[in-house]
């Protein structure tokens, strides 16, 4: 069973701070794994990485994968409160083309 | 604008009641999936369909059902045989049957309670 695990849970830092979300995966047929950023209601896509060691960059936000660890960072710099939100994570298997969540990180951002 | 298109906002049921969640999209896409999202939990898979007539079970699809009689909508009907629906429902959809280089976009989503 394909499996997607995110930590911290939660997180709350003070605005201005930098802050690192993990995420760890075990998908069979893995062909990429992606970020959402979810408020109130519909998760918005943030990256999408297949290439182990490249890093995708938006703004204050990046994000790099490492298959060789099974996993991936997203990164938020000088974080505002604006990126107060959960954080999915996701994996997706080519095989059978379903995509797998973690349970998401809970990021406040405090002014 | 293009999107995806979830309805209602907000839903009741009885027990013992069928009710159904529509999902309509604009992007001509071929692939839509239903998921559900609980507290504290991410988002899991119901029922996907990659074309037209054509659906498959997810990972919790007992309790639901959905149909594909059109490429633009994939209705989610939560019968009575869940016993737990209250949770909040997302639709997304994706491009190209086989493309996985195209990310799943999703809809605002459809609020479940019992009454």
């Known amino acids: 069973e394909d499996k997607v695990v995110q930590s911290p849970l939660s997180l709350v830092v003070h605005e201005g701070d930098t802050v690192t979300l993990n995420c760890s995966y075990e998908v069979t047929n893995f062909r990429s794994l992606l970020w959402y950023k979810q408020e109130k209601k519909a998760p918005t896509f943030l990256f999408m990485l297949t290439s182990s060691g490249i890093e995708k960059k938006s703004g204050r936000l990046s994000s790099i994968l490492d298959k060789k660890e099974l996993s991936s960072i997203l990164n938020i710099t000088a974080t505002q409160t604006g990126d107060s939100a959960i954080y999915l994570c996701a994996a997706y298997n080519f095989g059978n083309e379903k995509l797998t969540f973690g349970t998401g990180t809970r990021l406040t951002i405090i002014p | 604008d293009g999107g995806i298109t979830q309805s209602p906002k907000y839903l009741f049921r009885k027990e013992g009641q069928n009710v159904t969640l529509s999902c309509e999209q604009n992007?001509?896409?071929?692939?839509m999936y239903w998921y559900r999202q609980d507290p504290g939990q991410g988002l899991r898979l119901i029922y996907y369909s990659q074309i037209v007539n054509d659906f498959q079970k997810g990972d919790i699809a007992e309790g639901y059902s959905v149909s594909r009689e059109k490429k633009e909508s994939f209705p989610l009907t939560v019968t009575s045989a869940q016993k737990n629906p209250t949770a909040f429902y997302l639709c997304?959809?994706?491009?190209?049957?086989?493309?996985?280089?195209?990310?799943?976009?999703f809809g605002d989503g459809t609020r479940l309670s019992i009454l």
């Open positions: 997304a959809s994706r491009t190209g049957q086989g493309n996985a280089n195209q990310p799943q976009h």
């Open positions: 992007l001509n896409h071929d692939a």
